[in-house]
């Protein structure tokens, strides 16, 4: 089985992620992918909304989708959370006898090097990467794949600032994650 894992801050998850998501299943022709809100973070401070609530409109965003699944592994686990650390927990839930895909974008690829024991997740995985504007990685390794996905000009950051000046965001979110953070005044 091929196995994607997509973990991310999700803070709040929009149609990017989920564009992302469902390109790289068509063109990896994964089996299943994982998504996977960061717990407590080891490369930012810790401004986001709780787990459960970031974890919450991920499953929104992907209800329907059989081949995804969201999983709450690291908001579960109070230390702070490492690529490198979840990839073997996924890989002894799973079995070694999977083919395993870490999904990050070109802005996090940048800093692959500097990750947690980053040689040792390109020896259990494959580092799938996806554009982002404004960066270009330049690492190379035969378990490495770039992908030419499409430039999405969407981001999280650019989302809470847009409902902190009470502005529209419906079209940058799935619809049923709009209306949950409308229903319970998120980000204000």
Known sequence: MKIGIYGGSFNPIHKAHVEIVNYITRELNLDKVIIIPVGKPSHRNDNMLSGELRKKMCELAFEGKEKVIVSDIEIKNKKTSYTIDTLKKIISFY?????????VGEDSAYTFPKWKDYKQILTLS???IFRRKGYESEIKNKNIIYLNTPYYDISSTLIRKKLSNKENIDDLLPKKVAEFIKYNNLYQ
């Open 126 to 128: 494959k580092l799938v």
């Open 95 to 103: 079995g070694g006898h999977h083919e395993f895909y870490e999904i």
